[in-house]
């Protein structure tokens, strides 16, 4: 609930009155005396579903630029005549659900976009402690780094600003998400390449996208994509609900803080191919919670104050929308592409596992363990496969390279029609085992 006070300018006291009192809204009103052009206050309590419909009023009585206007949170209104009027804009389509005005829509999104100096030193810090968390394979750190992201407000703030054409605030919104982006990345690729040159992390580049938390953001598949739209979602209907966004805040930056560290980390040792699947998995993650957020507040029915800026907005939301899904359509397939990948790599390991257990079973030895090292991305072929088999302490092992290499290039058959004659590399390591 709300507690609206409006400051009354001189010959309006009559039109908000009766304003007030055609809704049936109790108020109380206090005279001004400071001898400005203001002639009274007067606070009323509303339900948050009434608050735009009676601000929509009190503008079309024409005080909107002549008074001011302040919208409180109030935690308890005890009144029987405000309990029928809850049920009063609950019932009927007089009132918008559950979503805020719009005007603390706009200031909520106000709010949630720091300053320019505020945000580009956060988003700094998150990205460095990102870029620690991954390269020491520390989920809990990781997760540090996305609490202290300030990444939902721009996101917010450009959709926001887009439904209610606001401008500058929608300008503001992208500047800062652009801003945040390549900040982000410049932040982590530079605090990389001074722990790579020196010498904290002894690792080549090979085994530092080994690392688990680094390699799962290396190849994203499709199911990267619904973790961004769901985080565009929960965070345009938190702002519009009114209820906290901090939580939600921590799952947009969850989308974007990682997979931006990562880009940074593949600058800094020199592969910047090998991230391409991250930078992907970044613009995709943008433009997903950007999309969803629009999508979200555009069908709560969110539009401009004045009727003459409606069409022009509605028309350039839906514009919008659809540029976004369009370029999300397309990197959807990419997506698509690496998840068939990465499917049909499992699908060869597995295969490969059995054959060489069936074949190690008929020669009187066990296969210990198996590691497959693939290409660059995006299409990582496997280009070489490491076993080690375990054989009988008083027998000599059997010589299995040729059969072993046989079975396992016939296994595999390359994506998207590439070329068949790929040749797959095995080395065997015996080891007597009892």
Avoid: C
């Avoid at 970044?282 to 401009?304: D, K, T």
């Avoid at 090292?373 to 054989?391: A, C, E, H, K, N």
């Amino acid at each position: 609930m709300r507690l609206v006070e409006v400051m009354i300018p001189a010959g309006k006291r009559e039109t908000v009155l009766r304003v007030l009192d055609d809704e049936g809204i109790d108020y109380a009103l206090t005279e001004e005396v400071s001898g400005r052009e203001y002639t009274a206050v007067v606070s009323f309590p509303l339900p948050v579903s009434a608050v735009e419909p009676v601000l929509e009023q009190l503008r079309e009585a024409g005080i909107e630029r002549d008074a001011y206007t302040v919208v409180i949170d109030a935690e308890t209104v005890i009144s029987e005549k405000f309990d029928r009027l809850v049920e009063r804009y609950e019932e009927t389509e007089e009132g918008n659900g559950d979503r805020i005005a719009r005007e603390e829509l706009v200031a909520r999104a106000e709010d949630l976009a720091p300053e320019r100096s505020t945000f580009m030193i956060m988003t700094a810090v998150s990205a460095i402690v990102a870029t620690a968390g991954l390269l020491l394979d520390s989920p809990a750190v990781v997760v540090g780094s996305m609490v202290i992201a300030p990444l939902i407000g721009p996101a917010m703030a450009t959709s926001v600003g887009s439904v209610l054409d606001e401008k500058d605030l929608f300008v503001r919104g992208v500047r800062l998400q652009v801003i945040g982006g390549v900040l982000a990345v410049v932040a982590a690729a530079i605090f990389a390449s001074l722990l790579k040159f020196s010498g904290a992390i002894p690792l080549n580049a090979g085994e530092v996208f080994a690392i688990g938390e680094v390699r799962e953001r290396l190849a994203p598949d499709v199911l990267s994509l619904a973790v961004a739209l769901g985080a565009g979602v929960a965070g345009a209907l938190s702002l519009s609900s009114g209820v906290s966004a901090a939580l939600v805040g921590v799952m947009i930056a969850a989308a974007l803080v990682p997979p931006t560290a990562v880009v940074g980390i593949g600058l800094a040792w020199g592969e910047p191919s090998t991230v391409i699947g991250a930078a992907v998995l970044v613009l995709v993650n943008f433009l997903s919670v950007n999309l969803a957020a629009l999508a979200v507040l555009s069908y709560q029915g969110y539009r401009p104050f004045h009727w003459f800026q409606q069409d022009e907005a509605t028309e350039s939301t839906g514009r919008r929308i659809a540029v976004l899904g369009v370029i999300l359509l397309l990197l959807s397939g990419f997506l698509g592409g690496i998840t068939f990948v990465t499917l049909q790599s499992s699908q060869f390991e597995d295969e490969t596992s059995t054959a060489v257990e069936d074949i190690a079973a008929e020669n009187n030895v066990e296969l210990l363990s198996m590691s497959v090292v693939y290409g660059d991305f995006p299409i990582r072929q496997p280009q070489r496969v490491t076993l080690t088999i375990g054989y009988p302490p008083s027998t000599t092992p059997p010589s299995l390279e040729g059969t072993f290499e046989q079975e396992i290039n016939r296994l595999y058959e390359p994506p998207f029609g590439l070329r068949s004659d790929h040749h797959i590399e095995v080395d065997i390591r015996y080891i007597a085992a009892e």
